[in-house]
């Protein structure tokens, strides 16, 4: 009777291959454990584990990559732009000026050497776009 005794019986429920052992801890104020429930509930689920983890793995996650070179490049590109208008500005009411104070033999005069500056204007600016789009292929393509 004695060895009957001694042997254990295998009792209880069979243990799990993979155990989850890890354990994190986070604290909520009232505002973000009121936010939790409420998600809670939305989803449907009972229990705050499997939520918990069903929002971590199966939830997409974005991340985002702020690059500095890119933003600087951006805001010079923005200020180009204002730039740009303010000279639109300018060369309109220009025209106007001359078409109003000049005769018409210096009016051309002055509209040849504002056609000039204009050209040299345009080349500037296909030149600018050209940069911005090997910018956009080196750069913001990764």
């Not at 155990?19 to 909520?28: Q, V």
């Amino acid at each position: 009777m004695e060895s009957i005794k001694n042997k254990k019986k295998p009792g209880g429920r069979k243990p799990k291959k993979d155990t989850a052992i890890h354990r994190y801890y986070i604290r909520l104020n009232d505002e973000e454990n009121t936010r939790f429930g409420i998600l809670l509930l939305q989803s449907g689920m009972k229990d705050k584990t499997g939520f918990i983890k069903n929002m971590i793995f199966k939830t997409p996650m974005k991340t985002v990559k702020i690059d500095k070179a890119a933003m600087d490049y951006y805001v010079r590109l923005t200020n180009f732009y204002v730039q740009f208008q303010a000279i639109g500005n300018n060369y309109n009411q220009t025209v106007k000026a001359i078409k109003t104070n000049f005769s018409e033999k210096r009016g051309l005069a002055l509209l040849y050497k504002l056609e000039k500056t204009t050209i040299e204007l345009i080349v500037l600016s296909k030149k600018i776009i050209e940069l911005t789009r090997e910018f956009e292929q080196k750069h913001l393509s990764k």
